[in-house]
């Protein structure tokens, strides 16, 4: 593997250590605004603002796009690499709950091929090599349940952004601890798991396992289910969608088997985390309900952490934006840019 190009926003020392590290050919830091100097990048061309990312990956000895840019900004760079018919490895969930639709159908005209990154859809799509899809009774998501599983509604009211930014098993950035205590990284995977497996969301279960060593489970119509499990850390599952069919030593860790260990899942709690049903609900009406809820769900979020919002209010705000924007269900990329923009500006000025 060579690496032909990274990207960053605004982190420029880091794009710095790792064009010194992997030498690619080129470099981009998305933000265009500040001015940077190009110096220290050595042979590695710097580039600097977004366009550069959706450029680039189309070039013809870039074969694999590792998608990992946090939320819909992704999308843009990863319609490009699906429509250059490149191997796309999607960290980026955002791209298929915005735009699942639209994705998957330009991936089967141009050859692209997706390939989960997120921890769940990888242990679902390992789980698939076991059996023939038209076999498949219904895949189930785990999830941690967050620091708040076992909480009431009531109890959500007085989080804090300090408290819903401390979770039990994962180490993530803001954005994802957050959506991992609301549950809203499970709506939005119930969402991409619809696009990645192209499975209703009839076909799709969320089950709570608080030590997310069981990445998620497969069942087969005999009533076989089949497990993908491994300790929490992300290099598995990112490795994989770079070395697929192949498995190659990796530098996480391994499971530890001389050691006692519990498994522990229960169904998930509805009405102390509501996000998960606007997850299902969205999922099940398709088209522009992905692209809204997301882009609500990123404000939100945001207002959160700056104290304008409380926790319980994140899905209420999601829930309250999803109901009230203009449905289409065969959205074009322009008509889900649009979407996104609207759902932006009325999650922003959204109060109770
Ligand atoms: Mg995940």
Request: net charge negative; aromatic share 8%.
């Amino acid at each position: 593997m060579r690496v032909q190009g990274i990207t960053a926003f605004r982190s420029r020392s880091l794009l710095l250590d790792q064009s010194r590290e992997f030498r690619p050919r080129w470099a981009v830091l998305g933000d265009s605004e500040a001015r940077y100097t190009t110096e220290g990048f050595g042979d590695t061309r710097f580039l600097q603002g977004m366009e550069y990312a959706d450029r680039l990956v189309r070039e013809s000895d870039v074969d694999t796009v590792m998608s990992a840019i946090v939320g819909a900004a992704g999308l843009s760079p990863t319609w490009a690499a699906v429509d250059a018919g490149k191997r796309v490895a999607v960290a980026n969930k955002e791209s298929l709950v915005v735009a699942g639709p639209i994705i998957t159908q330009r991936a089967q005209e141009t050859g692209a091929q997706l390939l989960p990154v997120d921890s769940e859809h990888s242990a679902v799509f390992q789980a698939l090599q076991a059996g023939r899809k038209e076999d498949l009774r219904r895949i189930i998501l785990t999830a941690s349940g967050g620091p708040f599983r076992g909480w009431t509604r009531r109890q959500m009211v007085d989080v804090t952004p300090d408290m819903a930014l401390n979770h039990p098993t994962w180490k993530m950035g803001r954005k994802i601890t957050v959506d991992s205590a609301t549950m809203m990284n499970k709506a939005l995977e119930i969402i991409e798991a619809r696009w990645l497996f192209d499975i209703p969301p009839q076909q799709i279960s969320v089950v709570v396992h608080p030590q997310s060593i069981v990445h998620s489970f497969v069942e087969y119509q005999d009533g076989s289910v089949i497990s993908q499990m491994s300790p929490p850390d992300m290099r598995l599952p990112i490795q994989y969608a770079l070395t697929f069919p192949e498995r190659i030593e990796c530098p996480g860790p391994d499971t530890n088997w001389t050691q006692p260990m519990n498994l522990d899942f229960e169904p998930p709690d509805l009405d102390a985390f509501p996000a998960l049903q606007l997850g299902f609900d969205a999922a099940a009406r398709g088209g522009t309900c992905g692209a809204v809820l997301n882009a609500a769900n990123e404000i939100a979020v945001n207002r959160f952490l700056d104290a304008e919002i409380r926790f319980d209010q994140i899905p209420h705000l999601c829930k309250d934006i999803l109901c009230h924007h203009d449905f289409d269900a065969r959205p074009s990329l322009r008509g889900l840019e649009a979407v996104d923009a609207w759902s932006r500006k009325e999650a922003q000025r959204w109060t109770t």
